[in-house]
């Protein structure tokens, strides 16, 4: 119990210190989020992706009830 105590004191202090992200930590965090947009974007726009969305459509488009 007394260590679930601390570990609990412990956890507590370390979220009051924490005051916010600063400026420069949202650039980074947006100047990686861009990337990984970009990443993404190219990933689900090259040929191999985008027959393989179609093909699923068109599956799911013809489906017989």
């Excluded at 260590?3 to 600063?22: E, I, N, S, V, Y």
Aim: hydrophobic content about 50%.
């Amino acid at each position: 119990m007394k260590t679930m105590k601390a570990w609990m004191r412990r956890a507590a202090h370390g979220l009051r210190g924490d005051a916010g992200m600063t400026t420069s930590e949202y650039a980074v965090g947006t100047i990686a989020a861009c990337g990984f947009a970009a990443v993404l974007y190219k990933v689900v726009t090259s040929g191999a992706v985008s027959s393989a969305l179609q093909s699923l459509v068109e599956r799911a488009l013809n489906v017989q009830f």
